[in-house]
Structure formats: structure tokens, C-alpha cells
């Protein structure tokens, strides 16, 4: 059994940071790639940041600059540093990975962290 776990959600005013933690544990032999997604009321779930096991990192557009991705592979840990919030980051945060248990990556997902940017 495989679990992400999250966590460093809360709430921030306009300008403030955060920082969000996903662990990864259990029967895991590989991860291919960690990453973090998010879901804004109303909104479509969309792809935040995307690192895989090398280092190659993918951002959306409006957060370049802002948030930064990284990852600890001997934690299985990924992180995602998000700094010059603004009231449109304002979701929750699914942390997300492609983890090998026995042959094939699968995709394994994070309970979900709230985020709230407000003054």
C-alpha cells in the first residue's frame, strides 16, 4: 500500500508564503515523477509544478517566479515552496506521483491540502 501524505496548507495574506510537504511511503520500489495540482472553486483541477526523479521541472505559467518545486529522494518527499501568494492561488492542493511498486508506474494521489490567500 502506497500513501502520500501532505501537509503545510493554512492561510496567508496577499504577498505571504508557504510551504507544502508530500511524503510518499510504503511498498515503494521506484518514483518516477512527484508533482503538485490544484483545484480553485469552480475551477478545473490544474497541474501547478511537475518534477521528475532527475531534476526536470515543469511550471504553470502563472506561478513561474513565484513557486519553486523540489524534491528529497531518499525521503520520497517533494516539496513545493510558493512565495508572493495572491487570492487567485486560493485552492486545494493535491500532491501527485508516479510510483513503480512492482512493474509499471501508477498514479497516487495526496488527500489534499487547502490553501487560502486573503487579507
Known amino acids: 500500500q502506497v500513501q502520500l501524505v501532505e501537509s503545510g496548507g493554512g492561510l496567508v495574506q496577499p504577498g505571504g508564503s508557504l510551504r507544502l510537504s508530500c511524503a510518499a511511503s510504503g511498498s515503494i520500489f521506484s518514483i518516477v515523477a512527484m508533482g503538485w495540482y490544484r483545484r480553485a472553486p469552480g475551477k478545473q483541477r490544474e497541474l501547478v509544478a511537475r518534477i521528475t526523479s532527475g531534476g526536470k521541472t515543469v511550471y504553470l505559467d502563472s506561478v513561474k517566479g513565484r513557486f519553486t518545486i523540489s524534491r528529497d529522494n531518499a525521503k520520497n518527499t517533494v516539496y513545493l515552496q510558493m512565495n508572493s501568494l495572491k487570492p487567485e492561488d486560493t485552492a486545494v492542493y493535491y500532491c501527485?506521483?508516479?510510483?513503480?511498486?512492482?512493474?509499471?508506474?501508477?498514479?497516487?494521489w495526496g488527500q489534499g491540502t487547502q490553501v487560502t490567500i486573503s487579507s
Open positions: 501527485n506521483a508516479g510510483i513503480v511498486v512492482v512493474a509499471t508506474p501508477v498514479d497516487y
